[in-house]
């Protein structure tokens, strides 16, 4: 496993002799890979293909052992779901152009990126995770994504302060108790829009830390990510997060689209989603293992730096507890690196030497509140919000 | 200015009419631009070449109007600068067998990048900055890159603690004052290795902060910026962040390569360069604007947040004003966004209504130790250290 030949490749360099020409001395094993791999879809197509896993064209995952130590996430291999077909990337060239509809509040109207980028701008750390991530390790037949670890990253935003927004808007209109952002995906001609648009509505608690997004880990944001504009609420699950936000509304009530009133919803195994199920709004306590790689992996007797990541949603993760024997003894593992607030991840690390043998890595996460991953996932129809750490472990082989 | 088509680009993209096809809607004023530009060299064709002003294939600075807000550069847009042609990609094919050679030390050895891995794992911001950054706005003929101010970066690089790696090793041999770097380029055939080649000493106290890095911003560290590994030393001019690590040694004296005794030294116009002149190692206390956008732009009346970078070598910057008059008089600007430590930039932003007129603005940075950035630039043979505040100023036409 270490030893593996280490060759990032955007997809472009993989299109034919020519290209393969051009990158150099990529190793025959590494082309062989990629061409085994799904395509990227174009407007993805500058990602890192060997760091994805492409599950199908709106949905790609970031490789467990493709995570670094370096606190954020670099976009060129953050996760990728889109519940719609995204719009054209065109959309993106003059970012500043692109209209917001306010509704909700006393004086309503439509504004530019251009006139929010001149009203104020911050900046946040923040995990942005699907709801299902786990969603592959539940037994019960669930549908959506298989995913594991990757669907989830940490990732720097600026934009505006949603609250900056509405104050100049003459604040929250009388009764409204939700945050409703819309997203501007096309709606195929013939469809019921209430049953397949992005429509999310979360409380309005919300509104303090959300902001309205140009920008991701210093660049302009691109449309696999949202761009022109996202509304980004830090330690909420990422289907709050709407892309390609063409409307902010601040409601009396959680919008009827489906994707609220039945999807995203905590429900035993058989049974429908509907409203009075708990929502996929702020995340839970979790943590899982990066290194060393992926589960049912070997390495080499002697040192190694277990590290991983862990974040708790909107409270701050305070304590991660590793383990090599699969939950009977716990170390505490050290965070490293920046803190950088929190709604970012942290990085943690636990020195061990280990001699030859099997093992089974585990971690597990304390927030601020003194919320602890559970050790068992909670079995749920959907098969969302996985903190279990017994799951999430690592069987490793020391030679 | 505000009207500005956005388009990120790759060179890839620009390379003939099939490439052009691929890109979709790119419009031709985007192309124009891009194929007036210099090409990217191979090593970093990976980059954003709208992002980037390219002076020469070793010599590449970040646009002033492509910095974000979101804290950190990214590698993509990250300014790159070599004193030698790089080495071949493929040395980071297999990073972990690279290996470096420590002298100086108790107990000397060779050791892998594999087997550092194992020994240990940190993570620290840094802004990387070119000594020569700000070398456009002096007015003698100044040898070197004419870099304006994207001769640097704020990075999060991870590896292992320099003071790890010498304590495994049984600490610094006795009477050492320096900690001396070598670079891993090739040396031309017949050329006399001490003119060319890279090593770089530095106070022994940059020991205790500095690491051996082999990732950046979350990925694996590319040739372009000195990988499989680099001396990392956090506050420090680039120069001493050495590329393609291969030697790392703990000396009595300074080494007598010409980049050291003779180079990066700052003297009087004039001069030559020799060891007993002040050598660029810790950065100065420095800020400047980036936004609204480049010297000599224009933007309409109205509110404007005013943003941009401010840092101090190794020293916490903890102050930045800002000029709309050319420095008559100022206002504390507002730092934004995480704290990435003590080496780190921090953004910072500055909320003004400005009317139609013509506006000089400027920012002065202040550090932790309460050195301020001066008015002028020092003036100095190489144009090295400038951090005069106001030769960095923007003009601006408000309509």
New interface residues.
């Given amino acids: 496993m ?2 593996t ?4 490749r ?1 997809q ?2 993989i299109g034919g002799a020519a290209a393969v020409a ?1 990158v ?2 990529v ?1 025959g094993e590494a082309l062989a890979q990629a061409a085994k791999s799904k395509p990227l879809p174009k407007y993805a197509e ?1 990602k ?1 293909i060997d760091s994805l896993i492409i599950h199908s064209s709106n949905t790609m995952e970031t490789r467990r052992t493709a ?11 953050l996760f990728v779901r889109n519940n719609l077909t995204p719009p ?3 959309i ?6 692109w209209e917001l509809s306010l509704q909700g509040v006393n004086n309503p109207r439509r504004i530019t990126v ?1 006139e929010m ?9 923040t995990v942005l995770q699907c709801s299902g991530n786990g969603r592959g390790f539940f037994k019960h037949k669930t549908s959506g994504s298989q995913w594991k670890v990757g669907a989830a990253g940490c990732s ?3 934009g505006l302060p949603v609250a900056t927004l509405v104050k100049a808007m003459g604040g929250v209109a009388d009764g409204m108790k939700f945050m409703t952002g819309t997203g501007g995906e096309v709606i195929p001609a013939g469809v019921d829009a209430k049953k397949v648009m992005v429509e999310r509505s979360v409380p309005l608690r919300a509104l303090e830390s959300a902001i309205v997004a140009w ?6 944001l ?1 449309v696999a990510h949202g761009g022109p504009l996202r509304l980004v609420i830090p330690g909420y699950y990422g289907v709050n997060n709407v892309k390609y936000l063409k409307q902010l509304g601040f409601t009396a009530k959680e919008t009827n689209a489906n994707i609220q009133a039945s999807g995203y919803r905590v429900r035993d195994i058989g049974k429908k989603g509907e409203p009075s199920q708990p929502s996929m709004w702020e995340m839970n306590v979790k943590s899982w293992i990066n290194h060393p790689g992926e589960d049912g992996g070997s390495v080499n007797a ?4 277990l ?1 991983g990541v862990a974040f708790a949603g909107v409270n701050r993760v305070t304590r991660v507890e590793v383990s090599i024997d699969g939950g009977r003894s716990w170390k505490d593992a050290k965070f ?6 929190p709604y ?1 991840w942290r ?1 943690f ?1 636990l ?1 061990v030497r280990l001699e030859s043998g099997s093992y089974t890595l585990v971690s597990r996460a304390t927030d601020a509140k003194g919320n602890t991953q559970p050790v068992d996932r909670v079995e749920n129809h959907r098969g969302y919000g996985h903190n279990g750490w017994k799951d999430h472990g690592i069987r490793l082989n020391v030679a």
């Fill in positions: 270490e030893k030949v280490d060759v990032r955007r472009v360099l051009a150099g001395s190793s500058w890192y995570f670094g130590t370096s606190v954020i996430t670099p976009t060129d291999i054209a990337e065109s993106t060239y003059d970012p500043d152009a251009g980028k001149r009203m104020g701008v911050e900046t946040v750390a720097i935003w600026s920008e991701v880990n210093g660049e302009p691109p002697g040192m190694l730096q590290h490293i690196g920046p803190d950088l607030g970012a990085q690390v020195p």
